[in-house]
């Protein structure tokens, strides 16, 4: 199974603001960038992966991932900003069962450095076995990957406590083995320190390296 994955990106401006004692303001959104790049190259290279949407209002984001090979579409500019992520995962869905109607989609989060490629087609291939599909982060609390095969809804439900959200809305909770690097998503520096020592993409490392020593 091919799958097409959507990939949400906030404005950097206002992203990762938990990083927010590992992470000066002015450097912050130069690392979600960063994540974000590693994320959707890494996506990109998975043999289970048809093409990469990215969702995101941000200029930037859009034009250095587009340069990776994502495809770039808009926020809903209807959303309830309250809302943000969920809606625009809906908006790029609506747009996507337009173009593929037949195509499997995941939503995955653009916070995970660490991703390997082999580890997500592990993922996507056990999420191919059930109509929806997810997987929760490593702190055991929230989601990085939502799945849904062919004629279903992503239905996303993101957010804190989405673990939850999202076995409660009938999706089937995912234990693969040897997925580390799809779980770890980065919202704190304990998160970014776990990321580091699974090993993370080159434009974290760089990122990574100018944060932590100091002068580098
Ligand atoms: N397109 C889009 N993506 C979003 C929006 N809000 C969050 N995201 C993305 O959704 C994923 C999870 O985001 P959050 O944990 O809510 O935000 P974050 O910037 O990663 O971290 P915090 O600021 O610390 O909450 C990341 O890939 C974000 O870039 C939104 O309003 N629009
Ligand atoms: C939005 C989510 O991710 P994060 O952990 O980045 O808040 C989530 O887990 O549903």
């Keep these: ?49 048809h093409g990469v949407v990215v969702v995101t209002d941000d200029h930037l984001a859009g034009r250095e991932l587009a340069a990776l090979g994502a495809r770039i579409v808009p926020d809903d500019p209807q959303a309830d900003p309250a809302d943000g992520l969920n809606a625009a995962l809906r908006h790029a869905e609506a747009l996507l069962r337009t173009v593929r109607p037949r195509s499997p989609l995941a939503a995955l989060n653009a916070d995970l450095p660490a991703l390997r490629p082999t580890e997500l087609t592990r993922v996507l291939e056990a999420a191919a076995a059930f109509p929806r599909a997810f997987l929760p982060d490593a702190a055991g609390t929230g989601t990085t990957l939502l799945a849904a095969t062919p004629g279903r809804a992503l239905r996303p439900a993101f957010g804190p406590d989405s673990r939850l959200r999202h076995r409660r809305s009938g999706a089937t909770e995912l234990t693969v083995d040897e997925a580390d690097s799809v779980r770890q998503d980065v919202d704190t520096g304990d998160d970014l320190r776990a990321a580091l020592a699974l090993g993370v993409g080159p434009r974290t490392a760089a990122a990574a390296a100018r944060l932590l020593i100091p002068g580098q």
């Design 1 to 49: 199974m091919q799958w097409t994955l959507v990939v949400p990106v906030k404005p950097l401006a206002r992203a990762k603001s938990r990083l927010a004692d590992t992470a000066a303001g002015g450097v912050r959104p130069g690392l979600a960038l960063a994540f974000a790049q590693d994320t959707v190259a890494a996506a990109l290279a998975s043999t289970a992966v």
